[in-house]
T-cell receptor
Framework: EPEVTQTPSHQVTQMGQEVILRCVPI?????FYWYRQILGQKVEFLVS????????KSEIFDDQFSVERPDGSNFTLKIRSTKLEDSAMYFC??????????????FGEGSRLTVL | GENVEQHPSTLSVQEGDSAVIKCTYS??????FPWYKQELGKGPQLIID?????GEKKDQRIAVTLNKTAKHFSLHITETQPEDSAVYFC????????????FGTGTRLQVFP
């Protein structure tokens, strides 16, 4: 069964460092997302991406965050200068149809980011 | 904006019993309600979803009901098995020009043999 894959599974970084989290969405999916889950809290939407552009972003997704689809398979989330409060599990998701059109989201296993 | 509340936060049942998890949402325009199961160390996995044009949907031992008037929806698991033990999240999405799912806080279900 096709699945969304994410790397790394766990990354530890120092505050102020740049981090890139990588995702390979399901191959025929066109819409891509990042969500995050701070320990013990809700899963929160960060950003959606389609046709090499951001479709929607939340208030969490400030100038420190960026997303990119550098080639035909990878979808990346970059945090330029990490803060302690960026520590969370980051989930990538993809869908065939857009979220607003009712597309079903398929999530990866997550990348745990720990900022020291 | 949309807010989703989920209860209970933890639920323990004996194998074979039923489990019910309830969610309420605030945006009456929301029209898509998925349920996700998250096992330890894994990402959320879609197990069932319901759209606002139906009141109930069933898939083997899992069913979801939706009450649009009361703005709540529930997950029902019958004949629970130890492998049903996980964290379950409900979510809701508004149709108005948004991609994002709003998640509930999760319910940790433990099924004891």
């Amino acid at each position: 069964e096709p699945e969304v894959t994410q790397t790394p599974s766990h990354q530890v970084t120092q505050m102020g460092q740049e981090v890139i989290l990588r995702c390979v969405p399901i191959s025929n999916h066109l819409y891509f997302y990042w969500y995050r889950q701070i320990l013990g809290q809700k899963v929160e939407f960060l950003v959606s991406f389609y046709n090499n552009e951001i479709s929607e972003k939340s208030e969490i997704f400030d100038d420190q965050f960026s997303v990119e689809r550098p080639d035909g398979s990878n979808f990346t989330l970059k945090i330029r200068s990490t803060k302690l409060e960026d520590s969370a599990m980051y989930f990538c998701a993809s869908s065939v149809a857009s979220g607003r059109a009712g597309g079903e989201l398929f999530f990866g296993e997550g990348s745990r980011l720990t900022v020291l | 904006g949309e807010n989703v509340e989920q209860h209970p936060s933890t639920l323990s049942v004996q194998e074979g019993d039923s489990a019910v998890i309830k969610c309420t949402y605030s945006d009456s325009a929301s029209n898509y309600f998925p349920w996700y199961k998250q096992e330890l160390g894994k990402g959320p996995q879609l197990i069932i979803d319901i759209r606002s044009n139906v009141g109930e949907k069933k898939d083997q031992r899992i069913a979801v009901t939706l009450n649009k008037t009361a703005k709540h929806f529930s997950l029902h698991i019958t004949e629970t098995q130890p492998e049903d033990s996980a964290v379950y999240f409900c979510a809701a999405r508004s149709p108005y020009n948004t991609d994002k799912l709003i998640f509930g806080t999760g319910t940790r279900l433990q099924v004891f043999p």
